[in-house]
């Protein structure tokens, strides 16, 4: 009797563990379009913690904000390297910028022909991963043909207006020349903006995300008991994730994979909600800071504060826009697209890497895109600024095109803004047209 009622539950465990790994493969399929056997799903790389930024080499610019220091390295993963060609492994210059050339940089023929490329982070990585996509395209055209472009990379992660025309300023004044800017914008203007404001940041100062680290570094007691308990809670969080990514990877079991990825996505949901909520933690107000950052000009809502978001944008880049016109160069600005304001129709694959409602983000951007939109629309066109809407440019095509739950691209998203981008300039008024 014994034996038999032994038999009947392994036969029920078998059973049980079979119609778990032939559901899980289903599942599996219908998420990603692949057998779990052949192909591997990958995960995002993890957003920085606040931390994460101290140990990379930033510091305080007195005139710029944040920026890099002189030197540190800048690692582009294999997904988004075209061929064996790009380097792995970048440095900053000597203004902190990612470039291979320093800063002022000047021509060494004439048949050079300067672009200056300004932005956030999304900037950052087109200059590394779009750009070369988009003077290979327009190298095609006839007035390019006897030029050399030389791209050069003025991005940095967490810019925003009206940072990219202080930057600007500051290298025409350091006597830097160009033929074309093009500035790769939008983002950060709106979630980094709303974020200063609930920090009590007025919206036109550096990011709060950005600078706050370095503010607590001198001022050690503005990490509160509160900051450090939450602080504790995404590093926790981070190493699960860690931890959790290494055994999926190990992992060739279906069914265990389910669960495991379940599991994953709860953990990343509570370090993306906790990212947030740091990020919004007051610190204590030191006695004499040594870093002040302005608070709110006025007291506003949250529609009053994206209608004066839209306002810096736009009046920073309408500067830019006169001092370049005045220097006979070209300035085109770019608002890029993000997953949050779009009409695209997500695999469910895309949609787990691209999508999350738990990001601190989402909100900002549903809001305060349009305004972004309409501003580029009226003022920066009505002042004869070459402006680009480009938030649909990613919408038709098949393939991934989000690299993560924030903003960024993937190679293919990289391709597209690039040619969107060379189409727009060769389309619009300069010296290449006839």
Known sequence: MASR??????????????CAELLALAVYYVE???????????????LPTPEDRLVVGEAVHPYFGVTHRPGTPFDIPASLRANSTVPARLRTNNFGFVSPHDYPFTRTAERQFVVGLFGGSVGLWFCQVGAPRMVEHLA????????????????HEGYKQPQQALVLAYFLSR??????????????????????????????????QHLDPLVNLVNQSALTPQKLESLAAIFRDRRRLAALTDRIAANRIASVDFALDRYYRRVLDRYTRELGRFATLPSNPPENPLIQATPPV????????????????????????EMLDARG??????????????????????????????????????QGYPLLAAAGASQLRARNVRFFDATRVLDGEPAPVYMDNCCHYTLTGNYLLAEFIAASILNGPGPWQP
Request: aromatic share 12%.
């Open 5 to 18: 009622a032994a038999a009947r539950l392994l036969t029920s465990v078998v059973v049980f563990t079979l």
């Open 32 to 46: 990603t379009g692949a057998l779990f056997y052949t192909r591997r799903r990958t995960y995002q790389a993890l």
């Open 140 to 155: 095609r055209h006839p007035f390019f043909r006897t030029r050399d472009i030389v791209p050069l990379c003025f991005s």
């Open 175 to 208: 006597g830097q020349r160009f033929d074309l800017v093009v500035n790769l914008d939008g983002f950060n203007d709106v979630a980094l903006g709303a974020f200063n404001h609930e920090r009590g940041y007025d919206a036109s100062m550096p990011s709060v």
């Open 298 to 321: 006025r007291p506003k809502d949250r529609a009053a504060l994206f209608a004066e978001i839209a306002d810096i944008w736009a009046q920073s880049s309408r500067l830019m826009h």
């Open 329 to 366: 160069a070209v300035y085109v600005h770019v608002l890029q697209p993000n997953q949050y304001y779009t009409s695209r129709r997500f695999s469910k694959a895309e949609a787990a890497t691209a999508l999350s409602d738990a990001s601190p983000y989402k909100p900002s951007v549903e």
